[in-house]
């Protein structure tokens, strides 16, 4: 068994003990273990049914373990929290259409019973911070799919979250507009100094964002490599991905996933 | 609509539990009322009209208007509705007049019929034709835009003429739709046709079950009144049968007027 | 573009005039007796005196309000039972299918029912109209509520939202396109409803008002009265689709 254990040093923010989840008579993830440091950013890669977005929906508190724990700051996850924020792949499905993108972001703010007072100017912040400023009174299907992605950012970002939980949040998105947001979550992430973590199917996306890049194989799903990255910060979108470590760390992943195929 | 079909046990609790209460209650109460009576009554009321023919012969008399009254709005509205699908600019010199026409509530002309025709079937299949003309046009009409224009554009590569394009190309293309059309105006046939028997025409199901009510036997008017909800079920069931095996599943379209 | 669609929309205003005054010259002829169809300048005169009389403005007003108190109790019902029933699948599983069961019961055919029990009054009308509009905005709520987005639900627990902040602030609003769909429905009902009430009850307003009219024979008021039954149905119907895209103005892609 791979034990996926924290880089950073202190008590990991998250962590994952020997966790199996059945779902419907399908077991879909079979004593999984992972540990994610306070501030880390790990990113998850593996071929479609190896439970990493099921893994993140345990992290979420949105299902729960059928053995084994999920635990946040040492307390057992039983139910999702306002502090550990999601960022859905289909922002289409996760915005409220009736509202306005300012709406959408005060609908965070509403939750958490937040004062009125001074609550707009925080809402305009927030929409420049993800690059909507002055589009606050646009309705979700008056934007384009990566502004959305962008409006479903900022609503988690109301929520000043500890964690950042994100599902392939650019899996639907042009290769452009895609690595303008890579960037920009990084920067976010910085800045507040959220633990992230972030699934994808897409090998270079996770390494170019993460600290350390969990592997997982399927049937039933499991961790099946990790790797730390070691890439300068702050990434850019030319040099880091011709580093030579950022080259053989592609071939590293890439080779995993050939041979667990094959 | 699938409900129809698939028998959930646990949707049958509560109808069931009503009968039983509705009889429990009644006779624990001794019933004496000119407007309620017990199921078990309605039962026997229903039972008894249906064997000495009296209620299938109103519900004979209430179909034939019901659906002569259909026969004659549906075609109708269909027409109009091709010849305003097909045709833009009459689409849009009808438009005013449609919209104008179509808000009259079908009851209003109650005694314009009345006083034209005066009591019997004319009467009330012209009500009906004129409540069932709307929504043909209507559905016909948005089912004739449906169509994929490129099936449009053959036809007219082909030269076809106009009989043979709305014959060959049109209504078979838009049929599914119109179908779905067919289906809920046959439910307002039914409707409007029992509206009309219980307010004015001294005929059919409507006035079998006014007449039964003041003649004060609650239980026969209570049955037809069961009698009646059993026809618009079994009418639309037979509708919704009818699309599933003739359009399969190009049939999954939903009517909206 | 605009420009061509008022003129489109100015011919076809010429057209229904066309057909006024047709429907002036089968009179005017006499190819039908005026005894059934008067021309439309005496319905218009019967319109214009009932009106300035008083006589025809208060009738319509009494059917207006009784359409719209009846239209507003089946709403009102209908959103409340429908969300208790639209938003939890058990609720949908007990009692769906008997809601499948009455829907094709016509209203009308209650009338009968609602006499015996409460005799030809007002209430009687109110609560024939009542029954009548429940039924399209009951369906039309379930469905809007057994149709919110599970995505949504899911945001809602990660945002945190309280039970009734899901209710009020998700599930209303997403079901909102249904319930507006049902309104419509039921206005058109509600209005046929009263119509049918006030005929049977000799309750004043437009319904007994053609009856009557029907009864002696006075076609000119007769029309006046169908005229403005289907002014109430258009002016109520252009409202409530006013309202309606104002509602679901966020429909409307850039």
């Known amino acids: ?262 | 609509m699938n409900a129809l079909m698939r028998i959930d046990p646990r949707g049958m609790i509560l109808p069931v539990g009503l009968i039983i209460v509705a009889e429990a209650a009644a006779r624990l109460t001794n019933l004496q009322s000119d407007a309620l009576a017990p199921p078990s009554d309605i039962l026997l009321s229903g039972i008894k009209a249906l064997a000495d023919g009296s209620m299938l012969y109103a519900t004979w008399q209430t179909l034939a208007n019901a659906f002569a009254g259909l026969a004659i709005g549906f075609s109708l509205g269909m027409a109009l509705g091709i010849l305003m699908g097909l045709f833009r600019p009459l689409n849009r010199l009808l438009e005013v007049t449609v919209e104008v026409l179509r808000p009259i509530p079908s009851v209003a002309l109650l005694p314009v019929a009345l006083l034209v025709y005066g009591f019997g079937h004319r009467m009330e299949f012209s009500i009906v034709a004129f409540a069932t003309l709307w929504p043909a046009l209507i559905l016909t009409r948005s089912a004739i835009a449906g169509i994929e224009p490129r099936l449009l554009e053959v036809s007219r590569a082909l030269q076809l003429s106009l009989g043979a394009r709305i014959f060959k190309i049109v209504i078979p293309a838009a049929l599914p739709r119109i179908f779905v059309a067919l289906r809920l105006a046959v439910g307002i046939s039914l409707i409007v046709a029992v509206t009309v028997e219980v307010t004015t025409n001294p005929m059919g199901l409507g006035y079998k079950m006014m007449e039964a009510s003041q003649g004060l036997q609650p239980g026969l008017a209570l049955a037809y009144l069961v009698w009646v909800g059993m026809l618009g079920w079994a009418v639309n069931g037979i509708m919704v049968l009818a699309q599933k095996h003739l359009f399969g599943a190009a049939a999954n379209v939903e009517a909206r007027l | 573009m605009k420009v061509e669609r008022l003129l489109w929309l100015g011919a076809s205003v010429l057209v229904f005039a066309g057909f006024i005054y047709f429907w002036q010259l089968i009179s005017d002829y006499r190819w039908v007796s005026p005894v059934f169809l008067p021309g439309p300048d005496r319905a218009w005169q019967a319109l214009v005196r009932g009106i300035t009389t008083g006589d025809l403005l208060v009738r319509w007003t009494a059917t207006i309000e009784r359409m719209i108190y009846g239209w507003l109790l089946a709403s009102l019902a209908g959103i409340c039972l429908g969300a208790l029933i639209g938003s939890s699948e058990r609720a949908r599983a007990y009692i769906g299918p008997t809601l499948e069961l009455m829907r094709p019961l016509p209203a009308s055919a209650v009338v009968p029912l609602a006499i015996a029990l409460l005799g030809l009054s007002e209430t009687m009308v109110l609560a024939v109209i009542a029954f009548g509009g429940l039924w399209p905005m009951l369906l039309a709520t379930v469905h809007g509520f057994s149709a919110v987005e599970p995505r949504l639900y899911e945001v809602s627990r990660a945002l945190g939202l309280s039970r009734t902040a899901v209710i009020f602030k998700i599930a209303l609003p997403s079901s909102m396109p249904d319930i507006l769909a049902g309104m419509r429905l039921s206005l058109t009902v509600a209005l046929i409803l009263a119509v049918i009430g006030e005929m049977l009850a000799s309750r004043d307003g437009l319904g007994s008002h053609i009856m009557l009219a029907a009864r002696a024979f006075r076609s000119p008021d007769l029309f006046a009265g169908v005229i403005l039954l289907g002014v109430t149905g258009l002016v109520s119907a252009m409202l409530l689709s006013w309202f309606e895209s104002w509602m679901l103005r966020w429909r409307e892609s850039r």
């Open chain 1, 1 to 262: 068994m791979v034990s996926v254990n924290a880089k950073a040093a202190g008590d990991p923010i998250l962590e994952i003990d020997k966790v199996n989840l059945t779902l419907g008579g399908h077991e879909i993830l079979r004593d999984v273990s992972a540990q994610i440091g306070n501030g880390e950013f790990v990113c998850v890669v593996g071929p479609s049914g190896c439970g990493k977005t099921t893994m993140l929906r345990l992290l979420a508190g949105l299902y729960q373990p059928s053995a084994g724990a999920v635990t946040y700051r040492g307390q057992r996850m039983l139910h999702p929290r306002q502090d550990i924020a999601i960022v859905f792949q289909d922002y289409g499905k996760a915005l409220l259409p009736w509202r306005t993108a300012h709406g959408n972001v005060a609908l965070a703010f509403e939750a958490m019973g937040a004062p009125r007072n001074g609550r707009d100017e925080k809402i305009e912040q927030l929409l420049v911070k993800v690059g909507l400023g002055g589009q606050g009174k646009k309705y979700p299907n008056q934007l384009s799919g990566g502004m959305q992605q962008r409006l479903q950012i900022a609503r988690c970002l109301a929520q000043s979250p500890a964690v950042l939980l994100m599902d392939e949040p650019f899996g639907a998105l042009d290769a452009m507009t895609r690595q303008g947001l890579q960037d920009e979550v990084l920067s976010i992430v910085r800045e507040t100094g959220a633990t992230a973590f972030f699934v994808t199917h897409d090998l270079e996306e996770a390494i170019y964002l993460g600290d350390r890049v969990i592997g997982m194989l399927p049937h039933p799903g499991r961790v099946a490599i990790t790797v730390d990255v070691n890439l300068p910060h702050p990434r850019n979108q030319l040099t880091t991905r011709e580093d030579p470590e950022f080259l053989s760390l592609r071939r590293q992943l890439f080779d995993f996933i050939k041979d667990a195929e094959s």
